[in-house]
């Protein structure tokens, strides 16, 4: 079965969170092993992790806002029929479109404030603003997902399930 452009789309913005969650894990793991073995400190490895778990954050924010994989309360959600179950979804979903929008306005204020302000790390001086910049694209990521998620929910709810979920009956 060949799969669209939308959901390679969709699959490759996953990849790319699943890829920050390896880079953290690659940087704690590295700066963890040389303090504790040869006591040494790699410069600004604790701005450098932090910002890249800022980054995780984001990416991952876009990663589980199409699959709806987020923590959900399913209390009213679980009592009542597939109509009135699909409406609570496509609104709860507007609802996160909306949140998720003015979040990535603002981030966007903040990737600027800090490319302007000229902040950098403390050791190496590395400018801050392109890790912001790379969260702020998560965030893009993640309203772009959640419009299609919005679309597919109101217009295509049988696209919403993963083909390889499908049954073949």
Known sequence: MTRS??????????????GFVGIV??????????RNIFSYAIPDSFDIGRMLLGILIFWGIAATSYRGTHITVDLIWGNVGPKYQRVIDVFATLVLLFVVTVQTWTLFDKVRGTYNDHVATFDLHMPTWPFFAVAWIGDVSAVLLIAI???RLIFHPEDMHDPKFKSTE
Not at 11 to 17: F, K, P, R, Y
Not at 25 to 34: E, G, M, P, S, T
């Open 149 to 151: 998620r919005t679309y």
């Open 25 to 34: 894990a690659v940087n704690i793991f590295v700066a963890v092993l040389l």
């Open 5 to 18: 452009a939308m959901d390679r789309f969709i699959d490759t913005i996953e990849w790319v969170a699943a």
